[in-house]
């Protein structure tokens, strides 16, 4: 593989969860989580994704590590197709894939102590022997910047911020190349929050690992990302450089999330956009563009035909967004 090639290519991501009714359980339709989700992303890059609740962002992530199995499309990490691997053929990618959880609290085993949880990925893998795997955990907890005289304690002796802390060397156990972080400070004070996204960043710096990292706070996606991506309702439609996305968004659902955005001076920042009636289901999306029934901008042909990406900015920097504003045939 060629430095320039992605280590990570999503083409056609879907996953559709089915809905089951009637008398022998048949199902009658199809919950669309993620539909169609095409994205790349570079080592030691951080791609941001962000969007209201419920618009895809965390079973795009699972689904791209296959802690969900997705229903269609492909992701390749370094050229390799990993949705069509089995299990054995699974496991060495399964090392370089590894996922931050988002509540500190229920992603720890309290039924385990600090060395058996940072211990299990490397006896799963069997990574060096016995001695060395206790002294890998060791250095875990300094890295994270916790002591090793935590190692025996159990998860309820600890903060939010020290589970999220155990949470991020339990991730780094396996020396990944990517990580999946899934709002992994929202459940945290906000006082707690900077200190997890500066450990994130010196650690991305450190060893190069790329991170998918998934927030609805857009504040914290502008702080960690070189790149945003956009959801609504299972679909990506906007991609950028994050500078330019936040100086300049295109897509009139991006508008409004940036519009809501606080000022440090009211008054002086943008108007904010109010969007109109309720997210539709994903087991029932509208025609065309998904966004079109709340879109201050609508036209007749957003009803009816679904926009493709178009490339906005340069072959350096693309910025691309899928709206029929924007669109060849505008």
Do not use: W
């Not at 296959?66 to 269609?72: A, F, N, S």
């Not at 002294?135 to 890295?143: A, I, K």
């Amino acid at each position: 593989m060629s430095e320039a090639a992605p280590l990570l290519q999503v083409d056609g991501l879907r996953k559709y969860f089915p809905v089951r009714g009637g008398l022998f359980r048949r199902v009658v339709a199809q919950v669309r989580a993620v539909d169609d989700v095409t994205l790349q992303l570079r080592r030691g890059q951080t791609f941001g994704l962000v969007g209201e609740s419920g618009c895809g962002k965390s079973t795009l992530g699972r689904s791209i590590i296959r802690l969900q199995e997705p229903t269609g499309g492909r992701v390749l990490l370094d050229g390799t197709d990993i949705t069509r691997l089995g299990r054995q053929a699974l496991l060495p990618y399964r090392r370089r894939m590894q996922m931050i959880f988002q509540d500190p609290y229920a992603s720890l085993s309290p039924r385990r102590t600090v060395a058996q949880t940072l211990r299990e990925p490397l006896d799963i893998h069997q990574i060096g022997t016995p001695k060395e795997r206790e002294h890998q955990v060791s250095q875990l907890l300094d890295v994270v910047g916790m002591s090793a005289r935590v190692l025996n304690r159990y998860p309820h002796e600890f903060s939010g911020g020290q589970r999220q802390r155990i949470g991020i060397a339990r991730a780094l156990s396996l020396k990944p190349d990517l990580i999946v972080a899934d709002e992994p400070v929202s459940a945290l004070d906000v006082s707690v929050q900077s200190q997890i996204l500066n450990l994130i960043a010196d650690l991305q710096r450190e060893h190069g690992i790329a991170f998918l990292f998934i927030a609805h706070d857009l504040a914290v996606i502008q702080h960690v990302s070189d790149v945003v991506g956009v959801m609504y309702l299972g679909k990506l439609v906007e991609v950028a450089d994050a500078t330019a996305l936040y100086s300049s968004p295109k897509h009139p659902y991006t508008r409004a999330l940036m519009s809501a955005i606080p000022q440090p001076e009211p008054g002086s920042g943008r108007q904010r956009i109010m969007l109109e009636g309720d997210v539709p289901s994903p087991m029932n999306p509208p025609s065309g563009c998904p966004f079109h029934t709340r879109c201050p901008d609508a036209m007749a042909k957003c009803a009816e035909l679904t926009p493709q990406f178009t490339n906005l900015g340069s072959e350096r920097s693309p910025h691309a967004v899928s709206c029929h504003l924007y669109g060849h045939d505008s």
